[in-house]
């Protein structure tokens, strides 16, 4: 078993953060296309790191450490699968080090998750805002609630919408993430409509996409297997990002990544409104491009 010490996953864009690890695993640990904190040996799906709040001096000896070693940071990431699952006293006094320690620090971040975000207090939230996190990365993955229940993701298209709502009323910035092809070919249309409605709702700081990867040992694989459930070709990939995008409203002013290495485009904008347009219009030439055709879907073994 991995231990919680050891940070597994991290949003792309912290990649030259401090990295301290506050939670090994993740607490939900349960939707049907991720196998981050699992692993297939001899065909059993296996947890490689379980759950586990790190003991506050442990993270203290971290964050003493790091402070030590690169005392000019500006960034810290508080690592694990949903550190705002944390108890708000407890994430108090970790921010409250990193502060005390690192006098640069811009920006602290951390995953969250919708039930994690709901289950705080707007009292709880603008205490960690003050005392510096800054930013969640949340994974709403859709805003599909058939999509979403039979992924067990654990929240519906209402309850995201609260929670973002709820995270930037007490000034925490809100990345969040969709995933590309994640409702087959048969939610395809559904997922794009239903989704761009939570960005509607809540013009988030950022949304970002990644692309469908079935992860080998995933419960989605086995689906595939059995022939429940069929993964889009790039260029259908590329369609519902088209119809996904045509459904944002242009007043939308959020800032827009397709970040990702499982991606099939790289466009970014720092306002997606004003952008709209131009972005439809490359996806557009791109999907009727005879290139796409050539295109093979990724199949990435980690995410
Ligand atoms: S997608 Fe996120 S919330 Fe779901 S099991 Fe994986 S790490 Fe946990």
Same mark, same amino acid.
Do not use: D, H, M
């Given at each position: 078993m991995i231990p919680a010490s050891y940070i597994i996953i991290r949003p792309?864009?912290?990649?030259f953060s401090v990295l301290i690890p506050i939670? +090994?695993? #993740?607490?939900? =640990?349960? #939707?049907?296309?991720? =196998?981050t904190y699992r692993n297939s040996f001899n065909n059993q799906n296996v947890l490689i790191q379980k759950y586990e709040i790190r003991e506050l001096e442990q993270i203290y000896i971290d964050i003493d450490i790091w402070s030590k070693e690169?005392?000019?940071?500006q960034s810290v990431f508080l690592g694990g *699968? =949903?550190?705002? %699952?944390?108890?708000t006293a407890q994430l108090a006094s970790i921010l409250k080090r990193i502060k005390h320690n690192f006098h640069h620090v811009r920006r602290v971040s951390c995953y969250a998750k919708v039930l994690d975000i709901l289950q705080k207090s707007e009292e709880e939230l603008k205490t960690l805002q003050n005392l510096g996190l800054s930013i969640c990365y949340i +994974?709403?993955? %859709? +805003? !599909?609630n058939i999509l979403l229940k039979y992924m067990h993701k654990g929240q519906t298209q209402k309850m995201e919408i609260r929670a973002i709502q709820k995270l930037m009323s007490c000034g925490i910035k809100a990345s969040l993430y969709i995933i590309l092809g994640? *409702?087959?070919?048969?939610w395809s249309k559904m997922h794009a409509k239903e989704t761009a409605k939570v960005i509607n709702a809540v013009n988030p700081t950022i949304f970002r996409f990644r692309t469908l990867n079935v992860l080998p040992g995933s419960p989605l694989e086995q689906e595939i297997k059995m022939k429940k459930f069929e993964i889009l070709t790039p260029r259908e990939v590329l369609e519902e990002e088209f119809l996904l995008l045509s459904k944002i409203e242009s007043k939308i002013t959020s800032q827009f990544r397709n970040d990702h290495? %499982? =991606? !099939?485009t790289t466009t970014e904008s720092e306002n997606f409104g004003q952008d709209k347009e131009y972005i439809l219009q490359e996806l557009h030439f791109l999907i009727n491009s005879d290139e796409v055709s050539k295109w093979k879907h990724k199949n990435l073994k980690s995410m």
């Open positions: 792309p864009v912290e990649a939670t +090994g695993g #993740c607490s939900w =640990n349960r #939707c049907r296309f991720c =196998n690169v005392p000019q940071a *699968g =949903n550190a705002l %699952s944390v108890p +994974g709403i993955e %859709s +805003g !599909y994640l *409702g087959g070919r048969k290495i %499982s =991606n !099939y």
